[in-house]
């Protein structure tokens, strides 16, 4: 009922930057917190970053800087401007975006991933 569709992924070199982009569609009342992911080979999923309905941001350390989460609420679209990108970002991200239904259930709904990779 609702899609989540990245992009903005790619190669890039080191202290280069990329921008993300995650639109969601389909059955959407309004749409709470915003986040992104990201996992690299034979490690977890970790937050890179979040923000609430209201704007307010959180970053995990390893970007606190470099990195910067916003949103447009009318495009239902999330955004991770990524700057000085170092080779220890290379990663698949994932959007994740905690959507509420007409009938005030949040459903979290996830992206299909975007690869990111940072060498010379």
């Known amino acids: 009922q609702v899609q989540l569709v990245e992009s903005g992924g790619g190669l890039v070199q080191p202290g280069g930057s990329l921008r993300l982009s995650c639109a969601a569609s389909g059955r959407i009342f309004t749409i709470d917190t915003m986040d992104w992911y990201r996992q690299a080979p034979g490690k977890q999923r970790e937050l890179v970053a979040d923000?609430?309905?209201?704007?307010?941001?959180n970053y995990a350390d390893f970007v606190k800087g470099r990195f910067t989460i916003s949103r447009d609420n009318a495009k239902n679209t999330v955004y991770l401007q990524m700057n000085s990108l170092k080779p220890e970002d290379t990663a698949v991200y994932y959007c994740?975006?905690?959507?509420?239904?007409?009938?005030?259930?949040?459903?979290?709904?996830w992206g299909q991933g975007t690869q990111v990779t940072v060498s010379a």
């Open positions: 923000i609430t309905s209201d704007g307010n941001t």
């Open positions: 994740k975006q905690s959507v509420v239904t007409q009938t005030q259930v949040v459903v979290d709904y």
